[in-house]
C-alpha cells in the first residue's frame, strides 16, 4: 500500500509566523500537488511540482519537491488569518498508472 | 463560470436506501472522478472516467456503481446504503490524466443511519 504521510496533522499558530508543512512517502512520483480546502468546499489547486529539486513560489507560500521525489514541503511565510484551511499534497505515482495518492492534510489555524 | 455542480449538498439515508448523487462538469473535461473524504484519511478514489461511455474502479469501489452516458455528467450510485458509507463525496474533472490539476465541487454530505 503506497502511503503518503503528511505532518503535523494539526498547526494553529499566531498571524505573522512561519511554518512548513511536510509531505513524505516511500514512493517516487512522478508529479506532486499541493491543494487548499476551506469548509464546505472542495479542494482547490495551488501548485504542481515536476522536477526533483523543484521550487515553486505563490506570494508567501514556497513549495519544494525533493530531490528524490519522495517528498515535498510547503513553507508559509508571515501567515494570514486568509491561509487558515486544510492543506494536502497529492502525488502521481507510476506504478499505479499515474493514480494520484492522497495525504489526509495539514489543518492549519492562524490566529488574528 | 459554475464549474463542477454536486446535487445534493446533504442528504440523509437509512440503510438499505438507493441513491444517485449527481456529477456536472462544464470545462468540457475527459476525466471524471468520485472520491469520499473521511476524517484523517485523506481522499480515496471510489470510481473514475476517461471518457464518455468509459468507467474503471478505483481504490474503494465496493458497494458503489457509476455510469458516464454524458461526457458532462457523472453519476455514483449507492445501491443499498451502509452505515460505512456515511462520508463527504468529491467529484472532480481534469483536462487531462493524473498530473493535471483536478477541479472539485463542493462535495456531498451524505449520512447513513
Known amino acids: 500500500t503506497q502511503l503518503l504521510e503528511q505532518s503535523p496533522q494539526f498547526l494553529s499558530i499566531q498571524e505573522g509566523e512561519n511554518l512548513t508543512v511536510y509531505c513524505n512517502s516511500s514512493?517516487?512520483?512522478?508529479?506532486l500537488q499541493w491543494y487548499r480546502q476551506e469548509p464546505g468546499e472542495g479542494p482547490v489547486l495551488l501548485v504542481t511540482?515536476?522536477?526533483g529539486g523543484e521550487v515553486k513560489k505563490l506570494k508567501r507560500l514556497t513549495f519544494q519537491f525533493g530531490d528524490a521525489r519522495k517528498d515535498s514541503s510547503l513553507h508559509i511565510t508571515a501567515a494570514q488569518p486568509g491561509d487558515t484551511g486544510l492543506y494536502l499534497c497529492?502525488?502521481?505515482?507510476?506504478?499505479?498508472?499515474?493514480?494520484?495518492?492522497w495525504g489526509a492534510g495539514t489543518k492549519l489555524i492562524i490566529k488574528p | 463560470n459554475a464549474g463542477v455542480t454536486q446535487t445534493p449538498k446533504f442528504r440523509v439515508l437509512k440503510t438499505g436506501q438507493s441513491m444517485t448523487l449527481l456529477c456536472a462538469q462544464d470545462?468540457?473535461?475527459?476525466?471524471m472522478y468520485w472520491y469520499r473524504q473521511d476524517p484523517g484519511m485523506g481522499l480515496r478514489l471510489i470510481h473514475y472516467s476517461v471518457g464518455e461511455g468509459t468507467t474503471a474502479k478505483g481504490e474503494v469501489p465496493d458497494g458503489y456503481n457509476v455510469s458516464r452516458l454524458k461526457k458532462q455528467n457523472f453519476l455514483l450510485g449507492l445501491e443499498s446504503a451502509a452505515p460505512s458509507q456515511t462520508s463527504v463525496y468529491f467529484c472532480?474533472?481534469?483536462?487531462?490524466?493524473?498530473?493535471?490539476?483536478?477541479?472539485f465541487g463542493d462535495g456531498t454530505r451524505l449520512s447513513i443511519l
Open positions: 497529492a502525488g502521481a505515482v507510476k506504478d499505479s498508472n499515474y493514480q494520484l495518492i
Open positions: 472532480a474533472s481534469s483536462q487531462g490524466k493524473w498530473r493535471q490539476p483536478q477541479h
Open positions: 514512493s517516487v512520483f512522478s508529479s
Open positions: 511540482v515536476v522536477t
Open positions: 470545462m468540457n473535461h475527459e476525466y
